[in-house]
C-alpha cells in the first residue's frame, strides 16, 4: 500500500517562501505523476502543480512563476518551492502519488498560512 508524508507547511508573511516536501513509500511500481493540491475552507480542492515521469509539468496559473515543483526519484520525493507567498495561498496543501498497477494516494495534508 502505497503511503504519504507532507511536511513543511507553516505560518510566513507575505511575500515569504516555504518548501513543502513530500515522501512516498510502500511503492514496488514506478510513479507515474506526483502532484500537489490545495484546499481553502469553503472551496474545492485544486491542482496547485504536478510532475509526471518523464519530467513535464503543469502548474494552476495562480502559482506561475511563484511556485516550482521538483522531483527527487532515487527518494520518491517531490517538493514544492513556494515564494512570493499571498495571503491567497493559504490552505491545506495535499501531496498526490499515482503508481503505476497501485494506484494513487494522499497524504495527509499540511497547514499553510500566509498573514502578516
Known amino acids: 500500500q502505497v503511503h504519504v508524508v507532507e511536511s513543511g507547511g507553516g505560518l510566513v508573511q507575505p511575500g515569504g517562501s516555504l518548501r513543502l516536501s513530500c515522501a512516498a513509500s510502500?511503492?514496488?511500481?514506478?510513479?507515474?505523476?506526483m502532484g500537489w493540491y490545495r484546499q481553502a475552507p469553503g472551496k474545492q480542492r485544486e491542482l496547485v502543480a504536478r510532475?509526471?515521469?518523464?519530467?513535464?509539468?503543469n502548474y494552476a496559473d495562480s502559482v506561475k512563476g511563484r511556485f516550482t515543483i521538483s522531483r527527487e526519484n532515487a527518494k520518491n520525493t517531490v517538493y514544492l518551492q513556494m515564494n512570493s507567498l499571498k495571503p491567497e495561498d493559504t490552505a491545506v496543501y495535499y501531496c498526490?502519488?499515482?503508481?503505476?498497477?497501485?494506484?494513487?494516494?494522499w497524504g495527509q495534508g499540511t497547514q499553510v498560512t500566509v498573514s502578516s
Open positions: 510532475i509526471i515521469s518523464g519530467g513535464s509539468t
Open positions: 498526490n502519488v499515482d503508481v503505476w498497477y497501485q494506484g494513487d494516494a
Open positions: 510502500g511503492i514496488f511500481a514506478s510513479i507515474s505523476a
